[in-house]
């Protein structure tokens, strides 16, 4: 998740956006809603939420470290969805984009 992303994903919950309980279909990362669009503060892809294709099912990691990586990113994404402060959205969403730069990282290993 860019820094670009991050900021947009702010912006829109202080505007009034909501957290999609369903995960992106394309990577499986926090979208946000606003006005029928669901942005991806992951991959940064929009869609409206009726057009939006079949989950991509994940593949299972065989590396540990990447499971346990993919078992935060899931937790941090449900505790999101029930944060209400937006302070503390904020940090959860760094948090997100720290754990996915890091799996991105251990993949080009």
Not at 81 to 107: A, G, M, P, R
Request: proline share 5%.
């Amino acid at each position: 998740m860019s820094t670009d992303l991050t900021k947009k994903a702010v912006e829109m919950l202080l505007k009034g956006a909501t957290l999609v309980s369903d995960p992106c279909p394309y990577c499986k990362g926090v979208r946000i809603m606003k006005n029928g669009s669901a942005l991806c503060v992951n991959c940064g892809r929009e869609a409206n939420e009726e057009k939006i294709p079949e989950k991509i099912e994940e593949k299972p990691s065989g590396d540990p470290l990447l499971a346990g990586l993919e078992q935060k990113l899931k937790e941090l994404t449900k505790e999101l969805e029930h944060e209400k402060d937006h302070q503390k959205q904020q940090q959860i969403l760094k948090s997100i984009n720290d754990i996915i730069n890091i799996k991105e990282k251990i993949k080009k290993i």
